[in-house]
């Protein structure tokens, strides 16, 4: 069984500083992992995604991601955050075919 | 114009009745996923097809049923078996299978039974 956590329901920020919305999966196997952000009554829009390589993975819109695979981990980060990054984010996991999201994080930044 | 397309955005249907969503896409994806949303439930894998004329049942495939008979449409029907269906629906694309490939999503489709 795959799965995908996102601990924090919301998390708020000031304008200008940086942020950090945290994901932890378990997954047998070499994860596929995935950030998408989903602003009111839309689909979700993709941002990021790692497969393989440097850990370190850059995205649009100045997002990043870093991969730890010790702590199981795939944080989104921003140096700088904009009150338009205000939204729902969603960490995925792909395994097999199959998707698994979390239950999402709700970013509010603040001016 | 590339992408997804889903109607109707929104849809009212009585208990009891069976009602079919649409998902279309152009652009040339293999693999086609419904997924539901409820508040505070993020979202939820309903079916899935990685090719044509195939596709496996997600985590909540009960209540549900889908056909992939074209590559470019992937219909889900919403049967009276299904005990809580109003949410929002939306239906995604990505190539290869889905294996590596990041998601495409449609606009989604708001179902409410009443």
């Known amino acids: 069984a795959q799965s995908v956590a996102q601990p924090e329901d919301q998390v708020n920020v000031a304008e200008g500083n940086p942020l950090t919305v945290k994901c932890t999966y378990s997954v047998s196997g070499n994860p596929y992992l995935f950030w998408y952000v989903q602003y009111p009554n839309r689909g979700l829009q993709f941002l990021l995604k790692y497969i393989t390589g440097d850990n370190l993975v850059k995205g649009s819109y100045g997002f990043e991601a870093e991969f730890n695979k010790s702590q199981t981990s795939f944080h989104l980060k921003k140096p700088s955050a904009l009150v338009s990054d205000s939204a729902l984010y969603f960490c995925a996991l792909t395994n097999a075919g199959k998707s698994t999201f979390g239950d999402g994080t709700t970013l509010t930044v603040k001016p | 114009d590339g992408g997804i397309t889903q109607s109707p955005k929104y849809l009212f249907r009585k208990e009891g009745q069976n009602v079919t969503l649409s998902c279309e896409q152009n652009?040339?994806?293999?693999?086609m996923y419904w997924y539901r949303q409820d508040p505070g439930q993020g979202l939820r894998l309903i079916y899935y097809?990685?090719?044509?004329?195939?596709?496996q049942k997600g985590d909540i495939a009960e209540g549900y049923s889908v056909s992939r008979e074209k590559k470019e449409s992937f219909p889900l029907t919403v049967t009276s078996a299904q005990k809580n269906p109003t949410a929002f629906y939306l239906c995604?694309?990505?190539?290869?299978?889905?294996?590596?490939?990041?998601?495409?999503f449609g606009p989604g489709t708001r179902l409410t039974v009443t």
């Open positions: 995604a694309s990505s190539d290869s299978g889905g294996l590596s490939y990041e998601q495409y």
């Open positions: 652009l040339n994806h293999d693999a």
């Open positions: 097809s990685q090719i044509v004329n195939d596709f």
